[in-house]
């Protein structure tokens, strides 16, 4: 800006500088040309009036200096000239100020010479015998005069773009001087030229503006922010470059990185062959999909291409923890599984001994026997379908009653039932403790006590113990089932709340066990908002513990 402001002050100064000086000259060049025609008319009377008296003798003897006289005869031959020999001097007849002195009386013209350095002007009057009496004088043109002053305006020109330079870049520097230091985060608090007002006035108005959409992008962002940050999926937006514009906490944990990923090459801080393929998959068709398995866990990650007026200007990525689901679903497989393989075994074994007795293909003494095993395999059938759907209660929730109930006196009662279950295999039952009331459902109580005594009695050795103590203070409740039995490997600890899972199957038919015991313990006791203790070694015995509160 302050080069500019000095060229246009220096423009400005020269050019006012060479107009001033054309109009000058202008003026003063056609102020000497008035003057000198009028001198030469005056001239011309004074010397026609001698002519007229004197003739030829009188005009050679005149002595004017600068003028040249000529006397020319009506037909153009020169009878007199001052300078030159009329002899040999050509016709003037055709000349424009003689043929107007011979039309009108008087003439007049000027003759530039070839060189444009020198005018010559030219007055002519008739006389009273008829001959032409024509005066002139040379002078300088304009370019004469102009080349005459060529030196001085070289030197006004120089000292003129001198001070215009000195007095331009003194102005140029206040000017700039008084613009940098503007106050521009305070416009209307400057104290400047009149002229910068309006604009002062639309930048503070732009601030505000600016200032408005700033808070509002602001909120917008940290809405945005606040929204991802709390998302349980994790999410990356990419640029239309696959530069990193934003990670969430979730998709940084699965990417295994931080926010110093954000500005970064996506595929620099995720180099997975899955993600490259889904990102170009994502390019290519708009939307990607693929399954990653990360740090023991499942996810599943949707790519999708983000499009604005027919153009890609980025892909967004969503990645979904599908863990749960898929452990969901391989548990919903196996226990299709297991259910069609628990209710086939026992039908089979019912329909193959009745098709033997309705044929008679049975023996009389084997009879009572087959009926025996079918009711026998129809009361296994009957339990596990019971159980089965005791289950699939458990899994749909629903209004329970809930009420308040002792412990102790569900784990008497259970005991009880199975006193003559224990009896047979000569297993003492021990019940300790005092009476601890809790908040629950009676029923499922029950089964927790009761499943967990049968186990403990099922897989019992001859002479075992079974104790069951149930203890507590304000807030929970303890119940806990000790046994003298075969125990529990340590690698099949982890899993013997599954359904239908079982340590030792044929251990388990001779025992009549259905699997599914333990699986209902451990709903039973979540839905109490309990915990589950297990600690068991092989051929050592098995204390489960139930924690559970009170209210």
Known sequence: MKKHIFRSIVIVALSVLVLSFIVMLTVMYRSLVEEQRQQLGTKLAIVAHGAEEGGIEWLDSLDIKGYRITLIAFDGVVLYDSIADAATMENHLDRQEIVEALQSGTGESRRISSTLTEKTFYQATR???????????????VL???????MPVLLILVATIVISSFLANRIAKRTIGSLNTLDLEHPLNNNTYDEL????????????????????????????????????????????????VSINPAAQQV????????????????????????????AESGHGQVKLRRLGRRYEINASRIDFNDETVGTAILVFDVTEKSLLE????????????????????????????????????????FVNCIRTEASRLLVLIEDI??????????????????????????????????????????????????????????????????????????DGLVEVSVSGDEDTAILRVKDTGIGIPTEHQNRVFERFYRV???????????????????????????????????????????TLPRH
């Open 255 to 282: 990417f295994r990185t931080d926010s110093s990923g954000i500005g970064k090459d996506f595929l620099v801080v995720e180099r997975s062959s899955e993600i490259r393929g889904v990102m170009k998959t994502a």
């Open 197 to 244: 007002s309006p604009l002062l006035l639309r930048i503070a108005h732009q601030q505000r503006q600016i200032e408005s959409q700033r808070s509002e992008l602001n909120k917008k962002r940290d809405e945005f922010s606040l929204i991802t940050q709390s998302m349980n999926e994790g999410l990356v937006l990419l640029n239309d470059k696959g530069v990193v």
């Open 127 to 141: 006389l009273t015998d008829g001959n032409i009496l024509r005066i002139s004088i040379t002078s300088n043109s």
């Open 389 to 462: 759907i005791h289950l699939s209660q458990l899994d749909e929730g629903g209004e329970l009653p809930w009420e308040n109930v002792d412990l102790h006196q569900i784990a008497k009662e259970t005991l009880d039932v199975l006193q003559d279950a224990a009896g047979t295999k000569n297993i003492r039952l021990l019940l300790t403790g005092s009476p601890v009331t809790v908040t629950g459902v009676r029923g499922l109580l029950g089964e927790i006590v009761y499943n967990l005594c049968d186990n403990a009695i099922k897989y019992n050795t001859e």
């Open 504 to 546: 030792d199957k044929s251990h388990s038919k001779e025992t009549g066990g259905t699997g599914l015991g333990l699986s209902i313990v451990k709903h039973a006791t979540l839905l109490h908002n309990g915990k589950i203790d297990l600690r068991s070694k092989a051929g050592q015995g098995t204390v489960i513990t139930v």
């Open 144 to 150: 004469s005069i102009l080349l005459g002053m060529l």
């Open 330 to 369: 391989q548990q919903r497989r196996e226990f299709t599984a297991n259910v069609s393989h628990e209710l086939k075994t026992p039908l089979q074994s019912i329909m193959g001994r009745a098709e033997l007795i309705e044929n008679g293909l049975a023996k009389p003494e084997d009879i009572s026997r």
